[in-house]
């Protein structure tokens, strides 16, 4: 069965540094999409970064970036220069067939 | 363009009760999935439906049904509501059929006493 584990209930960071939250999954697939969404608190779920499988290269956006090892089924989220708008629960994703699959998410603290 | 819309925001049930959320997705988008939300669990796939057919289900006991209009916008039905059903119930469209980028609403917040 496709599961996606986020081994990090919570995670803190100092403000201005750089964290990075881990993901794996388990799938059988070859065609699959990873992403990465933000909660923050009381507010709605918005994507903040999204991986193809087929490609190697690793997506960034801006300060996040991720670290996308497809043999190891790793799939983690690097927050440069951390904000106070950082805070929120972070979902790994993973979707195929129409059909996605979040983590239990991680939150994000970040100290001023 | 308007975001997902899900009404009502917050609701109180009993045991026993049934309860419908409704969805309107972004104009445009015709996939329109939704997840059980609770604390430690993350979130959990209920169904999704694409032009009124609803393409997967997840693990979710027949009590918990769905259904998509014409016009992309959708409901969800739970009936005989069990403590356990209490939770954040997010709605999210999209634009593609396949695995396209999910765009969330705020959700709605049921309580069952």
């Known amino acids: 069965a496709q599961t996606v584990t986020q081994s990090q209930p919570e995670m803190s960071v100092q403000e201005a540094e750089t964290v990075t939250l881990s993901c794996t999954y388990d799938?059988?697939?070859?065609?699959?999409?990873l992403f990465w969404y933000k909660q923050p608190p009381s507010r709605q779920m918005i994507l903040v970064i999204r991986?193809?499988?087929?490609?190697?290269q690793n997506a960034t956006e801006n300060r996040f970036s991720v670290n996308f090892q497809k043999a190891a089924k790793s799939f983690s989220l690097k927050i440069s220069d951390s904000q106070l708008g950082d805070a929120a629960m972070y979902f790994c994703a993973y979707s195929e067939r129409n059909q996605f699959y979040f983590g239990t998410g991680t939150s994000l603290t970040v100290i001023p | 363009k308007a975001g997902v819309t899900q009404t009502p925001r917050y609701l109180i049930k009993t045991r026993g009760q049934q309860v419908t959320l409704s969805c309107s997705p972004i104009s445009g988008h015709r996939s329109v999935s939704w997840y059980q939300q609770t604390p430690g669990q993350g979130l959990q796939f209920l169904f999704e439906?694409?032009?009124?057919?609803?393409?997967n289900k997840g693990n979710f006991p027949g009590r918990f049904s769905g259904r998509q209009f014409s016009n992309s916008r959708s409901e969800m039905n739970v009936s005989t509501l069990e403590l356990g059903d209490s939770a954040l119930y997010l709605c999210?469209?999209?634009?593609?059929?396949?695995?396209?980028?999910?765009?969330f609403g705020e959700g709605s917040r049921l309580t069952v006493l």
């Open positions: 991986q193809e499988a087929y490609k190697q």
């Open positions: 439906y694409f032009s009124e057919t609803q393409r």
């Open positions: 799938t059988s697939e070859s065609d699959y999409y």
């Open positions: 999210a469209s999209s634009p593609t059929p396949v695995n396209g980028e999910l765009f």
